[in-house]
């Protein structure tokens, strides 16, 4: 059985999130968020945020312990990028781009892989 989650305009961007998701892509839930708690960078604040959100979804739905799923897939969209213009040397105005993100994850119960 498996269950999603999903997080939208996510203020990171996709680049940055990529390294951190690939670290947890296949593991076991308890020990991505061990990872995800450790590794002090604020950008795994939204990843763990919707890893605990899609255990919760498991819970409720399936009354499935975290100790019996594992990540199956996640992976970081782009999302829209907020463009605005700073006055730089000359006269010019150059672009800034803010970038955002989606992230979506699968979660799949440890008995239904060995089907």
Same mark, same amino acid.
């Given at each position: ?7 939208? /305009?996510?203020?990171?961007?996709? /680049? +940055?999130?990529?390294? #951190? %998701? ?14 995800? *708690? *450790?590794? +002090? %960078? +604020? ?8 890893? $605990? ?7 409720? %739905?399936?009354?499935? $312990?975290? $100790?019996?799923? #594992? ?9 829209? *990028?907020?463009? /605005?213009?700073?006055? &730089?040397?000359?006269? #010019?105005? &150059? %672009?800034?781009? +803010? ?5 979506? #994850? ?7 892989? $060995?089907?």
């Amino acid at each position: 059985m498996q269950f999603c989650a999903k997080a939208k /305009y996510v203020r990171f961007s996709p /680049y +940055k999130i990529r390294p #951190i %998701v690939d670290v947890i892509r296949g593991k076991d839930v308890i020990s991505s968020l061990n990872w995800l *708690t *450790t590794h +002090k %960078v +604020k950008r795994c604040d939204p990843v763990k945020k919707i890893l $605990e959100s899609a255990v919760a979804n498991a819970k409720d %739905v399936a009354n499935i $312990e975290k $100790e019996n799923l #594992i990540v199956k897939q996640i992976f970081v969209d782009q999302g829209p *990028t907020h463009k /605005y213009f700073k006055p &730089s040397a000359r006269g #010019i105005a &150059s %672009v800034l781009r +803010k970038r955002s993100c989606h992230i979506s #994850i699968v979660l799949e119960s440890k008995n239904s892989k $060995e089907d």
